[in-house]
């Protein structure tokens, strides 16, 4: 099979080599069958993509140790849905992977896309016969061929890290990598609508349901890399700004910010030049991730593999980096804005506002991300920055974009007067303040944590407000019942409702993270039958006794366990376990370092999470660190309310176009939907 | 003042706002990333160099870890190949931290005068230590 895979690895780098050099070729020469020639390599580029991935799951799952990758990353003993998913679990695998979905993904991109935009297509599978080609190139010429066989045959393989054996971990990179695929599409877009001229909206509306989509992938891909991080790691948080935690979040940042600034370009033609370049910032963000993660430049935890491929991304980082700016330089003049600012009490202005800061953000990160780099090439010495300053830089930062949550969408457009500030923003407010307030009675001194809550409380209270008017207004012109007005309400207009249901998503996540700050963390040694007592921060005593440690084989390794029954405010809750796996061959012999398996109880106020530290000397007296987290659940309820959010803004179908076909925005997107419909 | 004047002064503030946020973020947070040789030499040149916060990264010493279970403190020690010296730390080490080969380190914390390390943090590398043994395995074929 190895044989095929190689073979469809050379003819996938052909084919988008072609499809790349022609459909540009076509625009200078032109000759148009060279653009519908570069749309048909583009296919060709996915069936070869598809050929090759299912030769390296063929491999995977007939254990055929004498392919290096298999060897590598699977074993006999190796459950089965990891040996299937061990596809993404080294470097040569992922950037097959990235290939095979962004191969797919550009043959989508030409099947859905609407036939109105049929002069953009040449130039979009070009683009992304370009980034396939790059990834292609880097397995065949970068050391990092998923085919390549080994000299000899091992009788077993190496097995897959115990951390990676999760199913969070299963699913996160596949997520990440889609977000960060899906990003190339939208990018492929722009670049289309600079070469082809085409400078009106017409990309945005081609494109628009890729953001969005590729920004739900990073959302939920960062969401499960924060849970993998909290249940297997078992330092008790699940941010820890990390270079690679760093890495996803800025593209998601600048994505983000392109999502709202676009919709100023779509209402009143402004920002064209901004969202251009915020479209190639997130793509060179993208791959600057996977740059970051493959080559080990910056010293991190979580850089699984490190190899000279980091050197590929960086000269295809800074060609395309270089190359796209350079168009959009040219283009510059015919980029002009159609319509000024005009009053600064408008939401055409909180939205900048809120793309200054969501830029501001992702500066700062990637500074600090940096910053090792840059102190040593500046100053001839390396100093590093840690969670301190991301937190110090982030917090104040977080806190303004998330008063701009609130504020964006409730300001008029053009104008907001001072009637409509009062209108809308009065109870927003008292809906923020009350709950401060009472907090602070209560005796919370923590001032960040206090004004995340009120903040979060004030966007609660901002959301509740539209859906609250807009319900009230159904019934009153349509005489509907309440719940049939909510359901059409927020049927009829998805990417708004969506949009604000996204933001109930961020300030739960918000409300989650301020949590942190009075997370308890205890560490102790005990005996069979011992108790240790740890207070929370919600008041709630737990009570933790020992029932000592067991040793069992179990599958693929030898499990140690320490149980702890546990007691809050004295009444039983359960037993809470925790482990030390020392994973195994199929031959018995040991593999990897011994993992902790973290013990969690998650709960709506806090977490129970108790970590075994091992064993003195053989005997069943046991060290524990035990933490009690607050609010942790909710960061993962954040997320699944942001996806849900996501998914429904760009859920297809609802309100047909507008008969009349007027240049309504909302209309001109429905249209296009329906476009996408017929084949 | 126009909406457009108004606008930019609002920019501004934000502008300024991060500059300064990173500015005296770094200043006051930022640690230095050190060799042991790096460090040897700074403490020669820089007495003050002593018991400032710092990071080292290094490899382990194989065969040095001693683990005092009952007091949950560890010591080791750690070289870069040209300097070596002890380091301490109370608290959990990662799993990743073991005698089992020569594992990588990022130990945070103060370089006493005594020299003696006393680590606030130990980060110990992911080994991609099977990725390697696998390449010697295939040299050795």
Redesign the interface.
Same mark, same amino acid.
């Given at each position: 099979m190895t044989l095929l895979g190689q073979f469809a690895l050379w003819i996938g780098l052909i084919a988008s080599l072609w499809g790349f050099g022609v459909a540009f070729l076509s625009r200078w020469q032109h000759r148009p069958e060279l653009g519908a020639s570069a749309i048909r390599a583009a296919y060709g580029v996915c069936a070869a993509m598809v050929v090759a991935a299912l030769a390296l799951w063929k491999g995977l799952i007939s254990h055929d140790f004498n392919i290096e990758y298999v060897a590598a990353y699977t074993s006999r003993n190796l459950p089965d849905s990891y040996v299937v998913t061990a596809f993404w679990a080294g470097q040569a695998g992922s950037l097959l992977f990235w290939a095979l979905v962004l191969s797919i993904f550009g043959a989508i991109a030409q099947v859905v896309t609407s036939q109105r935009h049929k002069e953009l297509m040449p130039y979009v599978a070009g683009i992304t016969n370009m980034v396939a080609s790059f990834f292609i190139a880097t397995m065949l010429f970068g050391g990092s061929n998923p085919f390549e066989r080994l000299s000899f045959t091992p009788p077993d393989g190496n097995g897959l890290n115990p951390q990676l054996q999760n199913p969070g971990m299963v699913m996160h990179p596949p997520l990440l990598y889609l977000g960060y695929i899906g990003i190339t599409i939208p990018f492929a877009f722009a670049i289309a609508a600079l070469m082809a001229r085409k400078l009106d909206a017409g990309w945005i509306h081609a494109m628009r349901k890729w953001t969005i989509l590729s920004w739900i992938f990073l959302s939920a891909g960062i969401t499960l890399g924060m849970w993998w991080a909290y249940v297997e790691l078992g330092w008790g948080g699940y941010w820890a700004w990390d270079p690679v935690e760093n890495a996803s979040l800025l593209p998601w940042l600048t994505m983000t910010a392109y999502l709202h600034s676009v919709m100023i370009q779509e209402k009143r033609g402004m920002l064209k030049r901004w969202n251009l370049s915020l479209v190639i910032g997130t793509f060179l963000l993208s791959i600057f991730g996977t740059f970051i993660t493959r080559s080990g430049v910056i010293a991190s935890v979580h850089s699984f593999a490190q190899s000279s491929v980091g050197y590929f991304f960086l000269v295809f980082l800074i060609t395309t980096g270089a190359a796209a700016f350079a168009l959009l330089y040219l283009r510059w003049p015919e980029l002009e804005p159609d319509a000024k600012l005009e009053s600064l009490a408008s939401r055409e202005s909180a939205f900048l506002f809120n793309n200054l800061v969501l830029v501001g953000i992702a500066f700062s990160v990637l500074w600090g991300t940096l910053f090792p780099i840059l102190s040593e090439a500046v100053r001839g010495v390396k100093i590093t920055v840690g969670p301190p300053f991301f937190n110090r830089v982030n917090i104040p930062l977080g806190l303004a974009l998330l008063a701009l949550t609130g504020i964006g969408p409730l300001i008029a457009w053009r104008k907001a007067s001072t009637a409509n500030l009062q209108r809308q923003f009065i109870w927003p407010l008292v809906f923020g303040v009350v709950p401060a307030v009472s907090l602070a009675a209560l005796g919370v001194r923590n001032g960040w944590a206090l004004a995340a809550w009120a903040l979060a409380a004030f966007v609660l209270g901002t959301v509740l407000q539209e859906f609250y008017r807009g319900v009230r207004a159904r019934i009153r012109m349509y005489d509907e019942a309440a719940p049939t007005a909510l359901v059409r309400l927020v049927n009829r207009n998805r990417r708004r409702y969506g949009g604000y249901l996204v933001h109930v998503g961020i300030l739960v996540y918000f409300a989650a993270f301020a949590g942190m700050a009075f997370k308890v963390t205890e560490e102790m040694t005990l005996s069979p039958g011992e108790v240790a007592e740890v207070r929370g921060a919600s008041g709630h005593v737990y009570n933790f006794k020992s029932l000592g440690v067991s040793q069992y084989n179990a599958f693929n390794r030898i499990v140690t366990a320490a149980t702890l029954e546990v007691t809050r405010d004295g009444k039983p809750i359960g037993v809470i376990k925790s482990e030390k796996r020392q994973h195994i061959d199929s031959f018995g012999n040991k593999t990897f370092e011994p993992s902790t398996e973290v013990g969690i109880r998650s709960g709506l106020r806090e977490d129970i999470y108790v970590v075994y530290a091992g064993s003195i000397a053989g005997t069943e007296e046991a060290n524990f660190a035990i933490s009690i987290n607050p609010l942790v659940w909710w960061v993962w309820f954040g997320g699944v309310v942001l996806t849900a959010g996501g998914l429904l803004a760009m859920w297809p179908g609802g309100r047909t176009a507008a008969p009349t076909g007027r240049r309504d925005v909302q209309s001109g997107f429905e249209a296009q939907l329906v476009g996408t419909e017929a084949p | 003042m126009t +909406?457009?004047t108004? /606008?930019i002064a609002?920019?501004t503030i934000?502008?300024a !706002? $991060?500059v300064f946020?990173?500015a005296?973020?770094?200043k006051?947070?930022? $640690?230095? /990333? @050190?060799t042991p040789t790096e460090l040897f030499s700074r403490v020669e040149q820089d007495p003050t160099f002593y018991d400032v916060g710092i990071?080292v990264?290094a490899k382990v010493v194989r065969g040095s870890i001693r683990r005092d279970?009952?007091k949950?403190q560890v010591d080791f020690e750690i070289t870069d190949g040209g300097k070596q010296f002890p380091v301490t730390y109370v608290? @959990?080490v +990662?799993? &990743?931290f &073991?005698d089992?080969n020569e594992i990588e380190v990022?130990v945070e914390g103060k370089f006493g005068r005594d020299g003696v390390f006393r680590a606030t943090e130990v @980060?110990?590398?992911?080994? !991609?230590r099977?990725?390697a043994? @696998?390449q010697e395995?295939?040299k050795a074929?």
């Open positions: - | +909406p457009r108004k /606008f609002g920019a934000i502008v !706002s $991060v946020l990173i005296s973020g770094v006051e947070t930022g $640690v230095y /990333f @050190l990071k990264g279970d009952a949950q608290g @959990l +990662p799993d &990743t &073991t089992a990022i @980060l110990a590398k992911c080994g !991609s099977y990725e043994e @696998l395995a295939k074929a």
